[in-house]
């Protein structure tokens, strides 16, 4: 019997990608699309894990990318760029009137605060517990998150099922034993977890 379902935040309950702030920035001051991933991922992993704060990682960026620290516009662009996934919300207020719901993010502290109050404020009650890579030191799809949350909400792998739209982390849930959902979309979402014997009202 499913006991928790756990949400991821970018590409599920936010319709939001950094891939689409690359994009932004590139088309912006016209830097090279190819070049930008190289430079933000291996420190936006850092600060996902809580190894790096804003500041350093800001310094980095605007010396290899030729822009001051001010045009990454790191916390504007999000906010910008980032939308509220309505129906994927409105899932989660359904499920959290009969199942217990969480919530796991790979994501920096000034992305999770921003995310928190401009895009999920009004639902961060309906969690029974939240988990951010930031604060925990490792990400998706590490096996050690999953079994962390896991360990913290004191239920069986079997018994819970994880909604991610990146296919290696649901690979890592799924190595753990964590029943996985791939979001595509709402509706393919809500038939998945209805085959784990879940139900939508």
Known sequence: ??????????????????????DYLSKKYNINRA????VFDPLIEEMECG??????MLQIVSKKLGITKEEIEWTSAFKMIGKRNEKMINLLKILSKNYKVYLLSNISKSRY???LKDFINNETNLFDKRFAS?????????????????KNINVRADEAVFIDDREENIKGAESVGINGVLCTNYNNVVSSIKKFGIKVQ
């Open 1 to 22: 019997m499913i006991r928790a379902i756990i949400f991821d935040m970018g590409g599920v309950l936010v319709n939001y990608k950094e891939e689409q702030y690359y």
């Open 35 to 38: 070049l930008i991933p190289k």
């Open 51 to 56: 190894k790096m704060k804003l500041s350093e």
């Open 113 to 115: 605060t921003e995310a």
């Open 134 to 150: 930031c604060y925990i030191g490792f990400r998706k799809p590490d096996k050690r998150i999953y079994r962390y949350v896991l």
